[in-house]
């Protein structure tokens, strides 16, 4: 592992700040081009009528605290995706593109996949979002996504990430309580058996947590 540069740590200080949404509100960030490509985006999206949903870290800090972020995540269809030119797409393949907007970092899930198309349409709902109405994910389909994720961050070998998601998981178990049988009934329909069986298994580890703390 290589050690951060002073201009790679100042970014994640910069990206910390400007992509915390409790700092939306009021005149801290508001000069910032980042945080300025972020609301002409959504711009965009207003006017064109773009059917998408906001989820990923961002939408995780409008429900549990500690989370720093420094991509913009959306649920869209692939018809949506062609109708902005302005997005620079850097790779793509059938269920997700990475695209640039500014400096802005965007990453698309795109609902050909079933389960995105899923969460993009039974759990996402109209939220107060950077005082306009935007479209987010709830926590079930932040839940959802993110366990989905899994078993592919496992095969990965990519534990940093695995903690941080693994660590989302548990903050939104504890802190909301959704019904777990019903998200496992959904997921069902979209991994295999092996993938499911894995997904129970942490699960079962972050509900002991869970429990722990609680007595």
């Known amino acids: ?11 994640v ?8 949404v409790k700092n939306w509100v009021g005149d801290i960030v508001h ?3 980042l ?42 269809t692939v018809s949506s995706l062609e109708q902005l030119p ?5 790779k793509r393949d059938m269920y997700f593109a990475r695209a640039k907007y500014d400096e802005l970092q965007i990453d698309i899930l795109l609902t050909k996949n079933p389960l ?25 389909g932040l839940l959802l996504l993110k366990l989905y994720a899994l078993p592919s961050l496992y095969r990965q070998g990519n534990f940093a990430r695995v903690g941080i998601y693994e ?9 909301y309580q959704p019904n777990v049988g019903a998200l496992l009934s959904d997921l069902s329909k979209h991994v295999n058996e ?11 580890d972050i509900q002991n947590r869970i429990k722990r703390f609680k007595r």
């Open 1 to 11: 592992m290589t050690i951060q540069s002073s201009a790679q740590i100042g970014n």
């Open 13 to 20: 200080i910069r990206n910390a700040v400007v992509f915390n």
């Open 31 to 33: 000069s910032d081009p």
């Open 35 to 76: 945080f300025q490509a972020v609301q002409s985006l959504f711009d965009i999206l207003e006017k064109r009528n773009i059917d998408y949903a906001l989820t990923g870290d961002i939408t995780t800090l409008c429900y549990i605290d500690g989370r720093n972020s420094q991509i913009l995540e959306l649920l869209m």
């Open 86 to 90: 302005e997005l620079k797409i850097i």
């Open 116 to 140: 995105f198309k899923k969460v993009h349409s039974g759990y996402s709902k109209v939220e107060k979002f950077l005082d306009r109405n935007i479209p987010l994910a709830t926590v079930e």
């Open 167 to 175: 660590n989302d998981i548990a903050s939104l178990l504890h802190y």
């Open 194 to 204: 092996k993938d499911l069986a894995e997904i129970k298994s942490v699960l079962s």
